[in-house]
């Protein structure tokens, strides 16, 4: 069975860093995009940062130059620096997985199960 599973997360002052980590487990042929996601109480889920199976990233306006999205093989990572209390929210990785199925191989959307990051002012 094909799974996302995520550590890392916790509270920090503002200003501290933290670092993400997203593995992805079972049997699959590749990883296409892999994005990582936050959802702070009363508020939409939003995207964080996303980075392409060739490499290339882009991240939201308010992450910009404080946190780096990056992945080797089957593990994806977020690096948080400079964290502020507005970034406090449960974070989720999102991947493509090109998985078997009984029907034949097909590209599925994955999730992670979320993991919680608490910024104190």
């Known amino acids: 069975q094909v799974q996302l599973v995520e550590s890392g997360g916790g509270l920090v002052q503002a200003g501290g860093s933290l670092r993400l980590s997203c593995a992805a487990s079972?049997?699959?042929?590749?990883?296409?995009?892999v994005g990582w996601y936050r959802q702070a109480p009363g508020k939409q889920r939003e995207l964080v940062a996303v980075?392409?199976?060739?490499?290339s990233t882009n991240y939201a306006d308010s992450v910009k130059g404080r946190f780096t999205i990056s992945r080797d093989n089957a593990k994806m990572y977020l690096q948080m620096n400079s964290l502020k209390p507005e970034d406090t929210a449960v974070y989720y990785c999102n991947a493509g997985l090109l998985v078997l199925l009984p029907t034949g191989k097909s590209r599925r959307e994955y999730w992670g199960q979320g993991t919680q990051v608490t910024v104190s002012s």
């Open positions: 980075i392409t199976s060739g490499g």
């Open positions: 079972g049997t699959f042929f590749s990883i296409n995009a």
